[in-house]
């Protein structure tokens, strides 16, 4: 189960950044004198609501229902004392979702150390068989192929760094190809130094695009195709580049960031930053030693 101390931490956190936003939200957003809305206060809080949100995808739970009903209303009437029923909840979720995508961006997202590891992974929207009696993402959801089989649904690429920390991250429809989303600066806006891949973003144009960008592209070679030169370091690190699998099962099987149980396109958006932001907030994210590290494990062994 989830600490209170955790609990107390990301509230406050959420709480802190929602203080800010709604301040910057009320001075620079333009409003309609002719149809005033009414502004009445919800019994939970949008602070409330995006750090439940945030504490389903944090633990090890499978249903935001059996969550909400069985143990926030329960077992956490100290800390969310005026709830509301589940319909309602659920409608709330709707008013956080721009907030949760700021908030992933600002504060929860990590640094680039000049080592970063890119790959993608496949968001089924429902079973491969059934794509033709789907409706919620109608038009939406594309069919895709990935290292598992063909798939219905959207795909996450992730930027990772070498501390587990995510970089950055977009969510595409399941036909797009994994080097489309870095051919232009939105994904590795930020990253510099060297970018570590697999056989799927092969790509000579890519590779001279990338670098002009201040990015080093490094990934596997195909049979077919001619060996080059390859520094030790960097064959090393290749095969660190399960880091990210790792990262991408962590988010799959305990932040829950794959279900087939949507009904509704802008709730199946919040599910995936909510996760993003979950993963954020754990303790302990799976990494590796840095080149200089190896050395130095190596001195000390030799010593």
Same mark, same amino acid.
């Given at each position: 189960? !989830?600490?209170?101390?955790?609990?107390?931490?990301?509230?406050?956190?959420?709480?802190?950044?929602?203080? %800010?936003?709604?301040? #910057?939200?009320?001075?620079?957003?333009?409003?309609?004198?002719?149809?005033?809305?009414r502004n009445?206060?919800?019994?939970?809080? %949008?602070?409330?609501?995006?750090?439940?949100?945030?504490?389903?995808?944090?633990?090890?739970?499978?249903?935001?229902k059996h969550?909400?009903? @069985?143990?926030?209303?329960?077992?956490?009437? &100290?800390?969310?004392?005026?709830?509301?029923?589940?319909?309602?909840?659920?409608?709330?979720?709707?008013?956080?979702?721009?907030?949760?995508?700021?908030?992933?961006?600002?504060?929860?997202?990590?640094?680039?150390?000049?080592?970063?590891?890119? &790959?993608?992974?496949?968001?089924?929207?429902?079973?491969? +068989?059934?794509e033709k009696?789907?409706?919620?993402? +109608?038009?939406?959801?594309?069919?895709?192929?990935?290292?598992?089989?063909?798939?219905?649904?959207? /795909?996450?690429?992730? $930027?990772?760094?070498?501390?587990?920390?995510?970089?950055?991250? $977009?969510?595409?429809? @399941?036909? #797009?190809?994994?080097? %489309?989303?870095?051919?232009?600066?939105?994904?590795?806006?930020? $990253?510099?130094? /060297?970018?570590?891949?697999? /056989?799927?973003? !092969?790509?000579?144009?890519?590779?001279?695009? *990338?670098?002009? &960008?201040?990015?080093?592209?490094?990934?596997? $070679? /195909?049979?077919?195709? +001619?060996?080059?030169?390859?520094?030790?370091? &960097?064959?090393?690190?290749?095969? +660190?580049?399960?880091?990210?699998?790792?990262?991408?099962?962590? *988010?799959?099987?305990?932040?829950?960031?794959?279900?087939?149980?949507?009904?509704?396109?802008?709730?199946?958006?919040?599910?995936?930053?909510?996760?993003?932001?979950?993963?954020?907030?754990?303790?302990?994210?799976?990494?590796?030693?840095?080149?200089?590290?190896? !050395?130095?494990?190596?001195?000390?062994?030799?010593?």
């Amino acid at each position: 189960m !989830i600490s209170d101390d955790k609990i107390t931490t990301i509230y406050f956190i959420v709480d802190e950044f929602f203080k %800010e936003f709604n301040q #910057v939200l009320k001075d620079y957003a333009l409003q309609d004198q002719k149809n005033k809305k009414r502004n009445r206060k919800s019994a939970l809080s %949008e602070s409330e609501v995006m750090t439940i949100m945030i504490l389903f995808h944090y633990g090890a739970f499978k249903n935001l229902k059996h969550f909400y009903q @069985g143990y926030v209303q329960r077992h956490m009437k &100290d800390k969310f004392p005026f709830t509301v029923s589940y319909n309602r909840f659920v409608e709330l979720q709707k008013k956080v979702n721009v907030p949760m995508a700021v908030f992933l961006k600002m504060m929860c997202l990590g640094k680039c150390t000049g080592i970063s590891f890119i &790959d993608s992974t496949p968001i089924r929207a429902c079973h491969i +068989k059934r794509e033709k009696q789907h409706k919620t993402f +109608k038009n939406i959801a594309q069919k895709g192929q990935c290292s598992l089989g063909w798939f219905y649904g959207f /795909k996450l690429h992730l $930027i990772i760094n070498d501390k587990g920390e995510i970089l950055d991250f $977009i969510l595409t429809t @399941g036909n #797009v190809d994994d080097r %489309e989303p870095l051919k232009s600066m939105d994904l590795h806006k930020w $990253i510099f130094g /060297k970018l570590f891949g697999d /056989k799927g973003y !092969i790509g000579k144009d890519l590779f001279e695009q *990338l670098f002009i &960008d201040g990015v080093h592209l490094i990934t596997k $070679i /195909k049979k077919n195709m +001619k060996n080059s030169l390859m520094l030790l370091q &960097d064959k090393i690190m290749l095969r +660190k580049r399960a880091l990210i699998e790792s990262v991408n099962d962590e *988010l799959k099987n305990i932040c829950q960031i794959e279900h087939t149980r949507h009904r509704s396109f802008d709730n199946f958006v919040l599910n995936i930053l909510s996760a993003l932001v979950a993963y954020s907030f754990f303790d302990k994210k799976p990494s590796i030693n840095t080149w200089s590290d190896i !050395i130095d494990q190596d001195r000390l062994i030799a010593a």
